[in-house]
């Protein structure tokens, strides 16, 4: 058994991956300002600090007594239309986050260290999968970010010894499939809440940004990974921070078009997703689809939930149990 402090674990991604943790009987303490996560969807067990990462006092109440294994950290600003609007800003938080985040870890004794990284490190790529030689080139603030939190990284390692695993996730999305946790963001700007909100009746008709680009029907394609396998890669990347640190691109290496998404709720909802077709946005490249060969040739990963439909109707399920999202649920136990 483990012991584990995950920032933003009351976010999405964090969400599930305290469930991973729980569900093979580590103990974990999460902290999270709830600037964006909700605190129902943390089950009660976990011991809640309420508190920002660059808060010193939040950070000891954090850290206070216990000695963790590792800090798996995913608190961040990660809406790359905002970070156009505030560059400034989301390249101070998440670098601020993360360093103080990492500088409470190596004070406290603990030198293994997973940060949430992402595609947008590679902005518009070379080739199609995208594997980890590629040249790194964000086109955003926000992907300028988190590749500033890598390089930070590589120097907490060469000077405090922190071993990190950057995880480069692709398009995250799914719920849990026993219905414990899901996607409750808002603004939500992910494809499939949003689609599957639209078929509901609950926002209005999804916009598809761009219809003339070089892909088979004309609209974006991007790789979509289940959040629970996300999740799995995080447990599988622990161990090699036993040896040495790690960069892996996550992905399912499947591309779906917003079209092939759109017909895919269609089909697991049985409800038409009202749509109007829009302009391309700036800085969206065509395709993003992940090699994650690397990935799972030194963990063994492999994605459980591989498919468009069976991501998608997880996501469904969830959204019909939980149309107010976390508003109004209760803590697990
Ligand atoms: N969701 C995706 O598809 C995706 C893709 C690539 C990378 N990522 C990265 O994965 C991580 C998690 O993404 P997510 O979709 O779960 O986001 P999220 O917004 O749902 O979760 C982030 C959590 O961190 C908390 N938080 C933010 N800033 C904080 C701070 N300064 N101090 C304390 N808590 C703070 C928020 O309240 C929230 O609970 C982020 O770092 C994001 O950049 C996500």
């Known amino acids: 058994m483990g012991r584990y402090l995950v920032t933003g674990g009351a976010g999405y991604v964090g969400s599930h991956t305290v469930l991973a943790l729980l569900d093979r009987g580590d103990e974990v303490v999460v902290l999270d300002d709830f600037s964006k996560g909700h605190r129902e969807a943390v089950p009660s067990r976990v011991r809640l600090v309420d508190g920002r ?163 088979p029907d004309g609209t974006g394609v991007r790789d979509y990974v289940h959040v629970t396998d996300l999740a799995d890669a995080h447990l599988r990347a622990l161990p090699l921070l036993e040896e040495r640190s790690v960069r892996f691109n996550l992905g399912n290496g499947t591309g779906y078009s917003v079209r092939q998404v759109i017909e895919a709720v269609e089909r697991v909802g049985g409800r038409k997703v009202p749509h109007v077709l829009g302009p391309r946005r700036e800085g969206d490249p065509a395709t993003l689809v992940a090699s994650s060969a690397k990935l799972r040739a030194e963990t063994g990963w492999s994605p459980r939930f591989p498919g468009l439909d069976e991501i998608v109707k997880t996501a469904w399920d969830w959204r019909v149990k939980h149309p107010k999202g976390y508003a109004g649920a209760q803590r697990a136990a």
Not at 165 to 191: C, I, K
């Open 53 to 215: 990462c660059e808060d010193p006092k939040a950070l000891a109440e954090a850290f206070g007594g216990e000695r963790f294994d590792a800090v798996l950290h995913f608190a961040a600003l990660s809406l790359v239309g905002d970070s156009m609007r505030m560059p400034l800003r989301y390249m101070a938080e998440n670098l601020a986050t993360l360093s103080a985040v990492a500088d409470a870890a190596v004070a406290h004794g603990c030198r293994k260290f997973v940060m949430s990284s992402t595609a947008a490190l590679f902005g518009f790529p070379e080739r199609i999968p995208i594997d980890e030689e590629q040249r790194l080139g964000p086109v955003s603030p926000y992907g300028e970010s988190k590749l500033m939190c890598e390089r930070a990284l590589d120097w907490a390692e060469r000077i405090h010894g922190l071993r990190f695993a950057s995880l480069r996730y692709f398009n995250a999305a799914g719920a849990d499939p026993e219905g414990r946790a899901g996607e409750d963001h808002e603004p939500e700007s992910h494809l499939i809440p949003l689609a599957i909100d639209a078929a509901l009746g609950m926002r209005p008709p999804l916009t598809v940004f761009g219809t003339d680009y070089d892909t």
